[in-house]
């Protein structure tokens, strides 16, 4: 077939070329194909693509006397994540990938749950001073020895976990492990480089204030939570006017303790990682870690005003027991799949979760919803679930009545088919799948997982657990998620917001 399409195009080619007066094989072409430059001793590489010898193999066919590597067995057991606890309580968590890179990550359990009222917005300014001078490096010397050796940093604050990352070449690893180290240990976080940091905070926030998925995202939490959960991630402008050197310096000196540490990573040697982090680690002070913050979910309302023509609204609920609620969690994280959503105009091209219920029933039936999307924040012992919509303020009680509907129903035995179940299933697991392809995600479900669980629960159980639900399953899930009390928040023209108690009504009323 190959052949044939070859002799089609042969007429079409320059009488040089074919002649071959100019093209010649090279020492290259040689090793390349030295099966084929044995047999074709004339006429050079094109004379062979275009011959009629019938003693040439066709490129469909392997080449004779070439060797080719041996073939992967049908079943390739998983790599083992081996763990090391150091004499001070530290955990040191790798997993061995081939290839020519390593990922590691330095995780500890700390964040804005943590902050009193002295340290609000300690955890958000200290994302921002990563990375930054240290007692053995400036600043500008850090980021020269990251792109010496082409590395990539990166540290992230969330509500329970601080997390400082990089990755780099393999053979660069203890330098990476030495450098995150440092930075985690020894900041210096001179008066200039925080006021510095704190002016660039303040710009953020300028810019969240007009994002309604983060503004909307930090009302829910401190609306619907009292405790731990209900304190702000972001510093606010208040917070910030309290926060120095001095501040940054008791926080990290409470909360960054051995036991509440975990060095994670991907593709590297665990004997090797221990070695090297040891030396650096163990003299860390084994501070007994503090009981975690207590955090309730009460529910409530929140409603900012904005000027814009339009009106965000999300309904929330409690997801039980958080991720050390395996089942409840798995539920939610497949409702989500399940209900999906978007914009009513899909950037992701065609199939972009097009099939799931929000998009089917919502944004191809009311052409005035401009988003619909289900979220979920689900941490250690507790979390939220619920529906974020968008649409024209005169539209927004037809919106909040469409949301509630379509939560009403997941959570009606009945109301979900199997093929829009499995689905929901597939789409998750190959989700997860994709994701850990990646040495930076791997790194980054070792250490958080040891963070919540004590230890890295294996991909093939959290599958067989998604494939193990049934229809009457995601019901019960859902139902058990809008038994608890509601969280409203709603950003923009808000005049039109239904009022609080008419909606969780509707959600009393199916109890």
Known sequence: MLRTSVKRLRPLLPKVIRQNRWINI???????????????????????????DPNTPPLYEPLPGAKLPPALPDSVEPSETKITTLANGLRIASEEISGSTTTVGIYIDSGSVYENPTYYGASHLLERMAFKSTKNRSHLRLVREVEAIGANIAASASREQMAYTGDSIRTYMPHMVELLVDTVRNPIFYDWEVKEQIHKVKEELAEIANNPQSVLLEALHSAGFTGGLAKPLLATESSLSRLDSHTLE????????????????????????????????????????????????????????????????????????????????????????????????????????LYSRLYTRVLNQYQQVQSCTAFSSVYNDTGIFGIHATAGSDFVPQLVDIATNELLAVATYGKVTDAELQRAKNTTISGVLMNLEARVVVTED????????????????????????????????????????????????????????????????NQ
Do not use: C
Not at 289 to 300: A, K, M, R
Not at 452 to 457: D, H, N, Q
Not at 458 to 478: C, S
Not at 484 to 507: C, I, K, N
């Open 26 to 52: 090279t020492a290259v072409q040689r090793q390349a194909v030295p099966a084929v430059v044995q047999q074709s001793t004339k006429g050079g590489f094109i004379s062979w693509f275009f011959s009629d």
């Open 446 to 509: 070792i250490g958080r997982q040891m963070l919540t669980y004590g230890k890295r629960k294996p991909v093939g159980g959290f599958v067989k657990a998604i494939n193990a639900l049934t229809l009457k399953d995601i019901a019960m899930a859902a139902e058990s998620i809008v038994a608890t009390p509601l969280t409203m928040a709603s950003w923009g023209d808000v005049v039109h917001v239904p009022r609080y108690e008419q909606v969780a009504s509707r959600f009393r009323q």
């Open 250 to 353: 008791s926080f990290m000196l409470e909360n960054y303790t051995a036991p509440r540490i975990v060095l994670a990573a991907s593709g590297v040697d665990h004997e090797e990682l221990v070695s090297v982090a040891d030396s650096l680690l163990s003299d860390l002070p084994a501070v007994s870690p503090p009981s975690p913050p207590v955090s309730e979910y009460v529910g409530g309302d929140w409603r900012g005003q904005a000027d814009s023509p339009n009106t965000h609204v999300a309904l929330a609920f409690e997801v039980p027991g958080g991720w050390r609620n395996d089942k409840q969690a798995i539920a939610a994280t497949v409702l989500q799949s399940l209900l999906g959503g978007g914009g009513s105009f899909s950037s992701g091209g065609p199939g972009k979760g």
